[in-house]
Structures are given as C-alpha cells and as structure tokens.
C-alpha cells in the first residue's frame, strides 16, 4: 500500500480522490500548500496530489520545495489551467511528473498513479 499525499483545497475534491484512493492507498489529506508541506516533511509520502492554485502556498511552490529536499518524489499536479503552454512548462519545470487537467478523468489518473508507482517513465 503507497502513502499518498493530496493537497487541494476543494473540499468536494479532495473527498473524491480519498473515496477513489483509499482501498488500495493510504491517504492524508492537507488543505492548502503550507500544510501539505508540514505534513510532507514530517513524513516523506510515496506519491503527492498537488492542486496548482490553494491559498497559503501554492502548488507550484510545493512541488519546487518537496523536488529540492527529494529530487526522486513522485508529483501529480492538477489543474484547470493545462490548456496554456506557459502554465504546463511551468508546472515541468518546477519539477511535477505529470499535470492532469481538472475536470479529473480517474480511470486515467489510477493509471497514472500505478504508472508513478512502479517507476514507469512516461
């Protein structure tokens, strides 16, 4: 069972991904960037949901201070903003592995997921 972290700060979201996750993750769930942060450090998680834009710390922020301390952590981001070119360069270069665009299409993200899991490269 991987330890995954979302951070995301709409509510109905979040809820959605830890009843889609949790039968075969262990999920724990932070309200902006600042406590995902808190939590990431205090435990290093096999997996991070980011949303991009939360209050406190972004996701961007997130993703770039989490890839600084562990290079190797794997990163979703999240976003209804992926359709610029500008946003998604951004979110690779801050270091997320793959960027999903909200609405989420969960058949795709568990793949995705499985896929980050076992070090698949995409």
Not at 7 to 16: F, G, K, P, V, W
Not at 80 to 87: G, I, T
Request: some cysteine; aromatic content about 4%.
């Amino acid at each position: 069972m991987a330890s995954i972290l979302i951070c995301e700060d709409e509510y109905c979201i979040s809820n959605l991904l830890t009843a889609i996750l949790e039968t075969a993750h262990t999920i724990t769930v932070a309200g902006d960037g600042n406590e995902g942060l808190k939590l990431y450090f205090n435990k290093q998680y096999d997996l991070v949901i980011t949303d991009l834009t939360m209050p406190k710390v972004s996701g961007l922020e997130l993703i770039h201070k989490i890839k600084s301390v562990n290079p190797d952590s794997k990163i979703i981001a999240l976003s209804a903003l992926l359709d610029c070119k500008d946003v998604r360069d951004t979110v690779f270069n801050a270091g997320a592995d793959i960027c999903l665009t909200k609405p989420i299409d969960l058949l795709n993200l568990e793949s995705v997921i499985e896929q980050l899991l076992e070090s698949q490269v995409f």
